[in-house]
């Protein structure tokens, strides 16, 4: 496919952006701890991670920057990776994310 025929994915509206209670119950593969990291390290080390995964594993990303909510609900539309939930207790964002 040349560099014309890609199209990027749709970034999701504001009103799909704000849903941050619901939490994934699901079992777990990979653990990411990027707590005490600012943007865009947080998405970088998720990247680095799920790069390493086999399709249909789950990545946990535990972050403490409010800004990676959107950052993952982003990324999740345009890589074509599933956004599994996203919970936010005590100012610590939990993120899950499913290789595709």
Known sequence: MSELEKKEAPVPDQDSLSNTEVPYQGAVDI???TQGLQCPMP??????????????????????DQ????????????????LLGQHEEALIYT?????C
């Open 95 to 99: 993120h899950w994310l499913k290789k």
């Open 31 to 33: 653990d990411l701890d």
């Open 67 to 82: 800004g990676s909510v959107r950052d993952f609900q982003v990324f999740a539309a345009q890589s074509g990776n599933a």
């Open 43 to 64: 998405l970088l080390k998720a990247k680095q991670s799920l790069n390493r995964m086999s399709p249909g594993q789950v990545l946990r990303v535990v972050a403490t």
